[in-house]
């Protein structure tokens, strides 16, 4: 069951899922995503990148959670749209908030069709619009609940600094959200910064699962601290279960046939089977932790986009 308090409620009964159009390797963003590889020309990628979309999006909804589906648009061509998190949000208070972008091409993905699919199919009330896309011309970005990590609970913005989070962005959201953020800064094994937050560190409800050994050292104790002062239990997976994709993971929560609510964890089958077989006991702990996982083969996304099943959803709560 999600962890509900007067501060707010962890887990989102709700996602919106953007289907692929044009999904492909996005030179704009391979630079400081080192999770990307490009596959063969020939090789038709949309139309698999589309095909695990359908796989996860049902199984999803079979475990109880509202999906709101909205393909994307032909043209222009966003070969990332399949990744929503990154330029909107949507909060309990009914705020919902449009990120800046690093990628020019990725810009074209924040659609007004998209907000209005979502609060006509899940009934969000929106009431308040913040719209922070100007500061990409001073160049300053924030990519959603990629740069974001949000204990909802104990309202702390969890964020390491890259070229996709700012610094000064992250201070002006935690102040306009009521949130504390905390900032850290994090390096993959070659040494470059992690480019987004959410491929090391995932908060659940009654977990946490981060990778630690990113954590830059005079920084990692304080992230550590503030984790364990929530109450969850504390999962550290290494670097190499990190490039898994074992960070990149969501807890929702489902609907009982019976009325009630259940915890449900979604992953991918690399992060499952790189938890599986690098850290059990981890996997143990953190499966032990939930109602349901629900599993999605998405090899094709993970490879050419580079993000994984996190990535592609944005929670939309009750409101």
């Not at 475990?63 to 393909?71: I, K, L, M, W």
């Not at 996997?283 to 349901?292: N, P």
Request: proline share 4%.
């Amino acid at each position: 069951m999600a962890v509900s308090v007067a501060d707010g409620v962890q887990c989102a009964p709700g996602v919106l899922m953007v289907r692929p159009a044009r999904f492909g390797y996005n030179a704009q963003t391979a630079a400081s995503n080192r999770f990307q590889r490009a596959e063969p020309p020939s090789v038709d990628i949309a139309a698999r990148a589309r095909a695990e979309f359908e796989t996860l999006a049902q199984a999803i909804q079979a475990a109880g959670v509202a999906v709101c589906v909205v393909d994307d648009s032909v043209e222009p061509a966003k070969p990332d749209a399949v990744f929503p998190n990154n330029w909107v949000s949507f909060h309990s208070d009914g705020t919902v908030v449009l990120y800046p972008m690093q990628a020019p091409n990725r810009r074209a993905e924040r659609r007004i069709e998209v907000l209005q699919a979502v609060e006509a199919r899940l009934h969000f009330r929106r009431s308040r619009l913040v719209d922070l896309r100007a500061h990409e011309d001073q160049g300053h970005m924030l990519e959603g609940t990629g740069s974001l990590v949000l204990d909802h609970v104990h309202k702390i913005a969890y964020a390491c600094r890259s070229a996709r989070t700012d610094e000064s962005l992250v201070h002006k959201w935690s102040e306009l959200m009521n949130y504390d953020p905390l900032l850290f800064d994090a390096q993959g094994t070659d040494g470059t910064p992690i480019y987004h937050t959410n491929v090391l560190l995932s908060i659940g409800s009654q977990w946490a699962v981060v990778c630690a050994e990113a954590i830059a050292g005079a920084d990692c104790e304080r992230v550590l601290r503030r984790l364990r002062d929530s109450g969850r239990e504390i999962i550290e997976i290494s670097p190499k279960a990190m490039a898994g994709f074992a960070g990149n993971i969501l807890e929702l929560q489902g609907a009982n046939v019976s009325g009630g609510t259940r915890s449900v964890l979604v992953l991918s089958e690399q992060a499952r089977s790189t938890l599986r077989q690098l850290y059990n006991k981890a996997w143990e702990r953190l499966s032990d932790r939930v109602d349901q996982v629900v599993v999605g083969a998405i090899p094709t996304i993970e490879t050419a986009g580079g993000g994984s099943v996190r990535c592609m959803l944005a929670e939309v709560p009750d409101t």
